[in-house]
């Protein structure tokens, strides 16, 4: 009875994941994040349905010393993961709440344009670099990110567009629309600071999830920096959160 009632749960759990994970390819996204979670959330649902026969085979495989070896390195392999999980999700939670400096100047990442439309994860940026900026009147910002695929406009250019709109001063804004990525976003917006005299203290405005990331890269560069963190979408944060996971780890790598 027991058994069967965490077969019931596992699969439960199983099919929470997968519809977390999953309901982002209705926007056509497919990444290594939600990949990952959709391959985890359906080797729960099986492992869920065939539990008591999953656990006789590994009972069978532990009964021998080459069994016991295997088991015992997947076991590894597997805690080592977990700790890595909990080790990115605390650089993560760290990187979003960093304070920014009085009079920092605002660094806005580009993300997705949709021909000359912000993405939905954009305008979260946008929003939370808005507040910053009316909160903070005497700051100037820089939109930062290039052309990329299916875009008819830099997404820098967006991003100015969606602030002027919504009431900043065009001349509050600089933009750096040459960079292809977090790397860029942070060398090129220097760049721009150094040139116009603007000091060396910057606030991000990014996704929760990518604050560490980027401050990380803000350190390479020689500045100080602090979080403006938007808030992502429930239904888009699982598969960029992993996703996020395994670009902490590759940055030391990469870089």
Excluded at 20 to 30: A, Q, T, W
Excluded at 91 to 120: F, M, T, W, Y
Excluded at 236 to 241: E, Q
Aim: proline content about 2%; some cysteine; glycine content about 8%.
């Amino acid at each position: 009875m027991k058994v069967k009632v965490m077969s019931i749960i596992i699969i439960i759990i199983g099919f929470i994941c997968l519809f977390l994970f999953s309901n982002v390819l209705f926007e056509l996204i497919l990444n290594i994040g939600n990949a990952t979670g959709i391959i985890i959330s359906l080797m729960l649902i099986f492992y869920g349905f065939f539990m008591k026969q999953f656990n006789t085979w590994i009972a069978k495989i532990w009964s021998v010393t080459r069994g016991k070896v295997f088991l015992i390195i997947l076991s590894l392999v597997v805690t080592i993961i977990l700790v890595l999980a909990i080790i990115t999700t605390t650089c993560i939670i760290k990187g979003c709440h960093r304070k920014c400096d009085k009079g920092a100047v605002l660094v806005v990442l580009g993300c997705q344009v949709n021909g000359e439309s912000p993405s939905l994860m954009m305008v979260e940026r946008l929003k939370a670099a808005k507040d910053y900026l009316d909160t903070n009147p005497d700051s100037v910002c820089i939109v930062s990110g290039g052309l990329g695929k299916g875009e008819d406009i830099s997404e820098a250019e967006a991003m100015k567009r969606w602030l002027v709109e919504k009431g900043i001063a065009e001349e509050r804004i600089y933009m750096e629309d040459r960079s292809t990525s977090t790397d860029e976003n942070i060398k090129f917006s220097k760049k721009i600071m150094e040139d116009n005299g603007l000091g060396d203290s910057i606030a991000i405005a990014t996704n929760e999830f990518h604050e560490y990331r980027a401050g990380k890269l803000a350190d390479k560069y020689g500045l100080r920096h602090g979080a403006v963190s938007a808030k992502t979408a429930w239904w888009l944060f699982p598969t960029y959160y992993v996703r996020e996971m395994y670009a902490i780890l590759a940055e030391p790598i990469v870089h």
